[in-house]
């Protein structure tokens, strides 16, 4: 009789009350408090997902969000997200006051795999920043010639996450906790596994797994969603672990809310239950 897999016993369920806290903001608070993400995305043909991601940032307590993305892109990003300071950007030259500025970056959604995205990626890569890198970054990433910073988090998806580490999909899938700590240690940062039962794996070896979350969920953008949101934990002062860890944790409840409505869920609708959520954890006090 085949033996049925158990979780390891070293796996961190992550529930409300295992779960990192974001801390409280006091009366005093300002944006300066609350770190300077900048998001490099959004390629011709892409840019919807760099304001995803830049709109979720946002939303989810960054104290300033900027945007370097195609030229062509600004208009529309002005027009969604006016509090996101996007600024066109043709080659990895124009980034590098932007690079100066932030304390967080985030590479990758809609960032494509050409000329123009490699460039930008290669220059964060270099900036001594915690980065959260997603979608193409990581394509680029498995291509070899890159490394991250430390403290940084890469979010995979299955697919990515076997292009990541040079086996099949389905051997990703056939024992996901070994994925996501190979994945963790090949790259030494935090990896998140995304997927049914998304895992967070941290160098050091701390492992945690979500399982809350909802069919619903089976719809494109809710990775840029994510990037944005461990981004804006990161640039509040959370370390990488816990920051993958709370927004994994609030990404799938968030999706749980409002997947209830059924299939045709938009990744932007999760954006306003992630904002409820994390007040709930962290209020702001008055």
Not at 113 to 140: C, F, K
Not at 160 to 182: C, F, K, M
Request: glycine share 12%; with cysteine; charged share 15%.
């Amino acid at each position: 009789m085949p033996q049925t897999k158990h979780p390891l016993p070293d796996i961190q369920l992550l529930t409300p009350g295992t779960l990192p806290r974001l801390a409280a903001r006091s009366p005093s608070a300002h944006k300066g408090q609350f770190g300077h993400l900048l998001l490099i995305g959004g390629d011709r043909g892409f840019g919807g997902a760099a304001l995803l991601c830049a709109e979720s940032a946002l939303r989810s307590g960054a104290g300033m969000v900027s945007l370097a993305t195609r030229s062509e892109h600004v208009a529309a990003a002005l027009a969604r997200v006016p509090e996101v300071m996007a600024l066109g950007t043709d080659s990895a030259n124009q980034l590098m006051g932007l690079l100066e500025q932030a304390s967080i970056i985030v590479a990758g959604p809609g960032l494509g795999q050409a000329a123009w995205g490699r460039s930008l990626l290669s220059a964060a890569a270099n900036a001594p920043r915690p980065q959260v890198w997603d979608a193409d970054a990581l394509n680029l990433l498995a291509k070899g010639g890159l490394s991250l910073p430390p403290n940084s988090v890469i979010t995979p998806h299955p697919g990515e996450a076997a292009r990541l580490l040079g086996i099949s999909t389905a051997d990703v899938q056939a024992d996901r906790p070994a994925a996501a700590q190979a994945l963790s240690k090949k790259y030494t940062a935090v990896a998140i596994l995304k997927g049914a039962g998304s895992l967070v794996a941290s160098p050091d070896g701390r492992l945690a797994r979500c399982d809350r979350g909802h069919p619903a969920m089976a719809t494109a953008g809710l990775g840029d969603v994510l990037a944005g949101l461990v981004g804006a934990l990161l640039a509040q002062g959370m370390p990488a672990f816990d920051s993958a860890c709370l927004a994994v944790w609030l990404h799938a409840v968030a999706g749980e809310h409002q997947g209830k409505l059924g299939r045709g869920l938009a990744a932007s609708d999760l954006i306003p239950a992630i904002r409820q959520l994390l007040e709930e954890q962290a209020p702001c006090l008055k």
